[in-house]
């Protein structure tokens, strides 16, 4: 849809209302984003190290999210 401005009732054209406030919306948006882009974090999070295989074998640990697991498999 092409909207070009029109004349209003006086048979000025120009800058309605409605775009004006839809226009100072729009920066207030991109000025509120561009300030939560701005405080990305410095340091990232440092990562898990992974624990060392057992010595014979298996492997097969009860974490946190497997005992999660098993709780909700529970009738």
Known sequence: MNK????????RGGLSR???FAGASTVGVLAAAAAVVSRAPAEAE???QP?????KGG????????KRYYQTTRV
């Open 18 to 20: 409605r775009t004006l």
């Open 51 to 55: 624990k060392a295989p057992p010595a």
């Open 4 to 11: 070009s401005p029109r004349p209003t009732e006086d048979g």
């Open 59 to 66: 492997g097969y640990t009860l974490s946190e999210h497997v």
């Open 46 to 48: 440092p990562v898990a």
